[in-house]
């Protein structure tokens, strides 16, 4: 490995001469996942490695990709059969050893175990097959893993390793391998240190775990050539290295009512023909590290790196609820790949100051075009979505959807520097008649069908060549000015008028209980909308039905649109909606006999906490809302507030 590593290392050099001398425009070498190293094959393959990697002589043990016939695993405690083991401690300190092996076929379950891993291990052999892990399961069996800690602090050294028996590309066989790990705290610091790790056709299900990573190369939900299916039920999953997202897919990855966040690199990154897939769950990237040769920043990286970690095809990512916090850059970003992205429901956030939701170019990788849909459907999104010269996007608009943005401008990187215009094809479809786009800039696409609502907004949309200020730009699309500015208002309706109400409510972020229909529906009228009056609409959107979604701290006031006949006026009913971010401390130390209030856990708000549980009741008992230490140990109580469920690790001694 050691000629490899030089080998690739001089390409590297080559490859970095010939990028700083192309004119080609959009040109970035590594993005999300893994950052380069002489040590490390990364997730992420990088110009030098893609000269290399996949050559059969390459692989490790000479065996070609996906071979695992000349890597011997080892393990200081090793499980070969079926058996339940409850808190024992399992530790390594050798250097590309698994501190606990389970090879077998059978089903073991290890209860509240206490890892720890040292010792370091670099290559394929940590990445594809689970050298040096804290615990490595392979064999063919289902391992149930519950509670407990997994510590690593090695290179190479992940969490918790599930290997299918082919590290080949994106699954083409699995022995049958299972993970099925809850309520345990995963915590690794070295590089190529992944938390929960899946390759050759694993299975990996996690649900309530709290992982944290520290590396470089170390995403929290980590997967590599092989990849296979990952299934995340609520927790916590944080990153915070140098490239190294939320997630890392080159695998089937579904995540439910859990809390992703990325505190260096990007969000999560897609490969090649493989998905992601969240729901009701939150996810906050803050990409501030270019990593190795990057140019871009962005918080959903799909793409393609030829590295043959992942085969060709398309990619998807998949938001349904929950809320997208992108701190740094592009919120998408589509290159060298097909790629499919579907928003339902998502609140998305974007803090970066340029305002892109969306770019689709080229930016250094090759092989395949930029090719991208995105499918909204009762979404709302705002920014700059910008496709390159020789790229498409596909926007289809479905549901309540508004879109308030444009699609023409010059693309710059994270470096400052416009590396393409926006002048690729863009074709617009807008179904139901619901849909609008609220134009923001000027904009130009390719073709508009379907039927939906255009909101000018004193700029103009060019269609294949055709501009338009007003007027319907195809059948089926009308102009409209259904959503206004903040703070924008018509002429107040007389029969609407005398009803006149002014309502406050306080909610928590990701509150969906109020629905102001009731109150600001006046009697006999039937046709009513809901706009801005003042505030950010960001702080708490409200859809068709009056249903009211609370995403950000803040204050915002919402007023109503009756119709008459053809025409929409603004009535004076006012509602105010209040919001608050709660804050939960993540653990409590308390003593026996101790009581304490639920909402004790809780600073900064006045909500009651529902959905109460604890984990083990023989050490700590719930009384509606007072907590009694009753026996030392240490357990967890779960509570929901506004439809989000927090987690507090409860201490008694």
Known sequence: MK??????????????????????????????????SDNIVEETTVCMEESVVGAPSEAPGGGGPGSDSSVTWSGATTINSAQTQSAQTYSSTTAAQNALLIDTSEAVTINDPTVTKSGDSNGDTASFYGINSGIMVKGGGTTTIKGGTITTNGSGANGVFSYGGSATTNNSSTDGTTVIISDTTITTTGNGSGGIMTTGGGTTKASNLTVETSGTSSAAIRTDRGGGTVVVDGGTYT?????????YSTADVTVNNATLT???????????????????????????????????YDSIMIYQSQSGDAADGTS?????????TSRNGHVFHV???????????????????????????????????NVATLNANDQDMEGAILVGD???????????????G??????????????SNSSGTVNVKMTGGEAIWVLTADSSISSISGSGKINYNGHTLTVAGKAYTSGSPADGIMESSDTRSSGEKNTTDDSVSENSVNNVSLLVTGDKSLNIASVLNPTGVKKIKYYVVSGDKKVASVNKKGQVKAKKAGTVTYGISTKNGKTWTDGSLTYVINVEVPTVIKSKTVSVGEKLAVTSLISDT??????????????????????????AGKTKISFTLGGKKYTVKIFVK
């Open 316 to 324: 998807e990512f998949s938001m349904t609820g929950g809320t997208l």
């Open 606 to 631: 006045s909500f009651a906490p529902q959905n109460l549980n604890v984990k083990d009741e023989s050490i700590l008992t719930l009384d509606n809302d007072t907590l009694t230490a009753k026996s």
């Open 239 to 247: 990153s915070n290295g140098l490239g190294s997202p939320a997630i």
């Open 3 to 36: 000629n490899l590593k030089i080998r690739r290392k001089l390409i590297g050099y080559v490859c970095a001469a010939i990028m700083l001398s192309s004119q080609v425009s959009g040109i970035a070498t590594v993005h999300a996942s893994e950052d380069v």
């Open 390 to 404: 020789d790229s498409t996007l596909n926007l289809n608009l479905s549901g309540a959807t508004t879109f308030t």
């Open 406 to 419: 444009y699609t023409s401008g010059s693309i710059t990187n994270g470096k400052g520097n416009a590396v």
């Open 262 to 296: 990325s505190n260096k690199s990007e969000g999560v990154c897609i490969e090649g023909r493989n998905s992601i897939t969240l729901k009701n769950t939150n996810l906050t990237a803050n990409n501030t590290g270019l990593n190795g040769n990057a140019t871009f």
């Open 335 to 369: 290159t060298n790949t097909s790629a499919v992205i579907n928003l339902n429901d998502a609140n998305i956030v974007n803090e970066d100051s340029a305002g892109v939701l969306l770019t689709v170019c080229d930016d250094g990788w090759s092989g395949a075009s």
